[in-house]
């Protein structure tokens, strides 16, 4: 089973998306990290007992990097997105089976502070794949910890992420094959979608997080 590392919450600015994840788990995130060789950077907030949210958006104070930003964040179309509700853009995934590589990009070493880890994005050039179902941000991104991970630094909380759910619509089954044929996934699950118009189509798929706090509440993150 592949292990669910974090999920990635992007916004248009930092400010936003710290506000809002803060009011919808009434809870504080960390402080802020940065990635200058991104041009971004986050906050983060523990989940569950291994698992994080990461809210990241892009950085104006730093400089472009000279490659595209990770997590689709350059794409005008999810900025767009973004500019009218902050949302789940993504997830990252840690595993020690080898032969998924071959769908990912040769990986690039990244640090923060005193964390350093190597991380892989999905490759166009698989058969397997395309600029959309990787646009979308339900295939995952890999990571290989070279240091101690943040998690353990992470204060702790009473937070339990039930599932992390994919919507798809009827057309978009095969994003569900090409998923499993990856493997399991730790705490992803499908979610079949029917009767979609055509103007909301474009919606899909999408991710959700189902999280519960200490009283047994369950927040909805889209």
Same mark, same amino acid.
């Given at each position: 089973?592949?292990?669910?590392?974090?999920?990635? $919450?992007?916004?248009?600015?930092?400010?936003?998306? +710290?506000? $809002?994840?803060?009011?919808?788990?009434?809870?504080?995130?960390?402080? !802020?990290?940065?990635?200058? $060789?991104?041009? +971004?950077?986050?906050? !983060?907030?523990?989940?569950?007992? @291994?698992?994080?949210?990461?809210? &990241?958006?892009?950085?104006?104070?730093?400089?472009?990097?000279?490659?595209?930003?990770? $997590? /689709?964040?350059? /794409?005008?179309?999810?900025?767009?997105?973004?500019?009218? =509700?902050?949302?789940?853009?993504?997830?990252?995934?840690?595993?020690?089976?080898?032969?998924?590589?071959?769908?990912?990009?040769?990986?690039?070493?990244?640090?923060?502070?005193?964390?350093?880890?190597?991380?892989? %994005?999905?490759?166009?050039?698989?058969?397997?794949?395309?600029? #959309?179902?990787?646009?979308?941000?339900? %295939?995952?991104?890999? %990571?290989?910890?070279?240091?101690?991970?943040?998690?353990?630094?992470?204060?702790?909380?009473?937070?339990? =992420? /039930? #599932?992390?759910? &994919?919507?798809? +619509?009827?057309?978009?089954?095969?994003?569900?094959?090409?998923?499993?044929?990856?493997? +399991? %996934?730790?705490?992803?699950?499908?979610?079949?979608?029917?009767?979609?118009?055509?103007?909301?189509?474009?919606?899909?798929?999408?991710?959700?997080? @189902?999280?519960?706090?200490? #009283?047994?509440?369950?927040?909805?993150?889209?």
């Amino acid at each position: 089973m592949h292990k669910l590392d974090h999920i990635v $919450f992007a916004a248009s600015s930092l400010e936003e998306g +710290t506000n $809002f994840i803060e009011n919808k788990l009434n809870s504080k995130l960390s402080d !802020v990290g940065y990635h200058d $060789f991104m041009g +971004t950077h986050n906050r !983060v907030i523990k989940v569950d007992k @291994s698992i994080y949210l990461e809210v &990241i958006a892009i950085n104006p104070s730093s400089e472009a990097p000279k490659e595209d930003r990770w $997590f /689709n964040l350059d /794409n005008p179309k999810l900025q767009q997105k973004l500019q009218n =509700l902050p949302q789940i853009i993504g997830y990252v995934i840690e595993t020690d089976d080898k032969e998924i590589l071959k769908h990912f990009c040769a990986p690039l070493t990244a640090s923060r502070g005193d964390f350093k880890w190597n991380f892989a %994005i999905p490759n166009l050039e698989s058969d397997f794949l395309n600029h #959309k179902s990787i646009q979308s941000g339900i %295939i995952p991104n890999l %990571i290989n910890w070279k240091s101690n991970k943040p998690i353990f630094q992470m204060k702790d909380n009473d937070f339990n =992420l /039930n #599932k992390f759910e &994919i919507e798809i +619509t009827n057309n978009q089954i095969h994003y569900k094959n090409f998923l499993n044929s990856l493997g +399991t %996934i730790e705490k992803i699950t499908f979610s079949l979608k029917d009767n979609i118009t055509q103007q909301r189509s474009y919606d899909y798929p999408r991710m959700k997080a @189902s999280i519960k706090d200490n #009283k047994a509440n369950k927040i909805i993150l889209l």
